[in-house]
């Protein structure tokens, strides 16, 4: 079956994460959005584990759904064209900080399990290590190598993914604090890592770039720290549902169960071009270069981007694809069409409410962004949306890079434009 995964979220007991990030809302806002398995996230930190355990109930082998007495309470604010069944996958995020060849490595790593036993051994197994009470992601003085091997112990079943791999400060390749290679990290034991997470200023175009990366395959998540946020990147499989089938589709790279991804359009992440923030100084990896690594403005070191790191370690001109690379799709968030349709803040109510009632006559966010006839989005609202979405659909967009932790900007119409199609000033 065709399934939408996004296996990397946060609950609301990680830092700077919404008091909202709970099973609840998380089956409400995956059935908005077309999700058919979210990760739990955070499942080493004890009162988040306790709760999934309070309100999950066993579905498919290793495989949650959310208790039926909650399910139908959740499920009737949800419009009823996006209803559908939604399964949990326990996922956690764990950093790891510690020296190696003389330098101090921060890296992100994803771990799957396969069921609550395994959650609860890793959970004791990393609470002899550091505090992991004090954040759903714990910050733990620990190699990666040595996690990857603790979660094998674990569980054999277990799998870890290097998260959002290539951004500056916490990420196995990232510029500030990461590795040359994957090898460098995980040494002998990197045929136990069969995926790495693209992260949002990055896509697989990039990374097909580096011949280095061919022996893994590329996953995307969203990284939510709110509800809404799910579904902003996401891995599409098709494949039996259930965790053996996800992870078996993440391992083999013979297997054709990976079916692609959903991804951010790069430049609209915060840290795909360098710069520095406190300036307001974006470049490209160019200008960089010719300013010598420092800010034009104030001369302090800028902040090296992935679009630069890339081509640092790149051995592969732009445009490369290798054999058996899957295919991806770039979306723009479906509140930020709306919000720049309607020409309103992307959180004002008539963007909340334009969103529900697009979804009850279309269907949810994924079929709206990817599958939807254009001629059923006009019809049913107006020739200004399906313009944007049919822009967006085929990369029309400008886009100002962001840069050293600045979001980039994103835009399917030019000022004034949308006011002209169709002689239409607005959505609804």
Request: one cysteine or more; a neutral charge; charged letters at 25%.
């Amino acid at each position: 079956m065709r399934i939408v995964a996004d296996l990397h979220v946060h609950s609301h007991y990680s830092v700077a994460t919404s008091k909202e990030m709970n099973p609840e809302n998380l089956h409400r806002w995956a059935q908005l959005k077309g999700v058919t398995v979210v990760g739990t996230g955070d499942c080493t930190h004890p009162g988040w584990l306790a709760e999934l355990k309070e309100k999950l109930d066993p579905a498919e082998p290793g495989l949650y759904r959310l208790k039926p007495e909650l399910a139908a309470s959740v499920d009737a604010s949800v419009p009823r064209r996006c209803r559908a069944p939604v399964r949990f996958l326990l996922s956690t995020e764990i950093s790891t900080i510690y020296k190696k060849d003389g330098r101090t490595r921060k890296v992100h790593s994803i771990l799957f399990l396969p069921d609550f036993a395994a959650a609860g051994r890793l959970q004791a197994a990393l609470a002899r290590i550091g505090n992991i009470r004090s954040d759903g992601r714990p910050i733990l003085g620990l190699d990666a190598k040595v996690l990857l091997s603790m979660s094998m112990e674990v569980a054999l079943e277990s799998v870890l993914v290097p998260a959002h791999a290539w951004t500056p400060h916490f990420s196995v390749l990232g510029a500030n604090s990461g590795f040359d290679s994957l090898e460098e990290c995980f040494e002998d034991l990197l045929p136990l890592v069969p995926a790495i997470e693209t992260g949002l200023s990055s896509d697989p175009a990039m990374n097909w770039r580096v011949s280095g990366l061919d022996r893994v395959r590329l996953i995307s998540n969203s990284d939510a720290h709110s509800p809404a946020k799910l579904m902003r990147e996401a891995t599409l499989f098709h494949t039996e549902l259930s965790y053996g089938g996800i992870m078996g589709a993440i391992r083999g790279p013979e297997s054709d169960g990976l079916a692609g991804t959903l991804e951010f359009f790069p430049e609209e992440g915060k840290y795909h071009f360098d710069g520095h923030r406190p300036c307001g100084v974006r470049l490209s990896p160019e200008e960089t270069r010719r300013h010598g690594g420092r800010c034009p403005r104030c001369n302090r070191k800028v902040t090296k981007g992935v679009m630069h790191r890339v081509e640092d370690l790149a051995d592969r001109p732009p445009g490369s694809r290798p054999p058996g690379a899957c295919p991806y799709q770039s979306i723009i968030p479906l509140v930020e069409i709306i919000a720049e349709v309607m020409d309103v803040g992307v959180s004002s109510k008539q963007v909340a409410h334009g969103y529900l009632d697009l979804l009850d006559r279309v269907g949810n966010e994924y079929h709206v962004l990817v599958e939807a006839d254009l001629d059923r989005i006009r019809k049913a609202h107006t020739e200004v949306l399906a313009e944007a979405i049919s822009r967006m659909r085929s990369g029309t967009v400008s886009i100002n890079p962001g840069y050293d932790g600045e979001f980039g900007t994103i835009r399917v119409f030019d000022s004034g434009e949308r006011h002209t199609i169709s002689g239409q000033l607005g959505l609804f």
